[in-house]
């Protein structure tokens, strides 16, 4: 965020949930500078109602399953921002498409894609709509066919 605020000052950050790094990361904000930028809410009873609000979805996870947060971020039409990792990301993300993978650890090359999604309005907007549709691929009708499939080859 250090380096996207610096072209795009506006820009915030919200981390949703709780855990044992609070303190660091309340630190490191408050190093970095980045206190109207970077906001750490806590736990919240309706993700939903942030997603709306979002226009990407950031995860920087070292190692993933198959991340259903992800599926929820489809779901509202925001592309994900990810590492390439093994398992979930490839899974769920079609690069250029409804998201972006960047190499994993690679903060310069992400902080970079980031501000080029940043400045391209058109294409965020393109990712969103994509978004929404690759996440039809996983709705009930569709799961329960790809099982109604599997269970009759039995």
């Known amino acids: 965020m250090e380096l996207v605020v610096k072209k795009h000052p506006l820009t915030q950050l919200y981390i949703y949930g709780e855990g044992g790094e609070r303190n660091s990361l309340e630190r490191l ?3 970095k500078k980045l206190n109207n930028n970077v906001f750490l ?5 309706n993700i939903a109602d942030e997603l709306n609000d979002s226009i990407l979805y950031l995860s920087t996870s070292k190692m993933e399953g198959f991340p259903l947060s992800f599926l929820e971020s ?3 039409g925001v592309p994900i921002f990810s590492y390439d990792i093994k398992y979930g990301p490839s899974a769920l993300i079609e690069n250029g498409a409804n998201g972006v993978v960047v190499e994993k650890d690679d903060i310069v090359n992400a902080a970079n894609a980031m ?3 940043l400045d391209d309005r058109k294409k965020l907007r393109d990712m ?10 996983y709705e009930m009708k569709n799961v329960a066919e790809i099982w ?3 269970l009759e080859k039995l």
């Open 29 to 31: 904000i408050s190093e």
């Open 41 to 45: 809410p806590g736990y919240t009873e």
């Open 74 to 76: 489809l779901n509202h």
């Open 115 to 117: 501000t080029l999604l």
């Open 128 to 137: 969103s709509e994509e978004a929404y549709k690759s996440s039809t691929l």
């Open 148 to 150: 109604k499939k599997e």
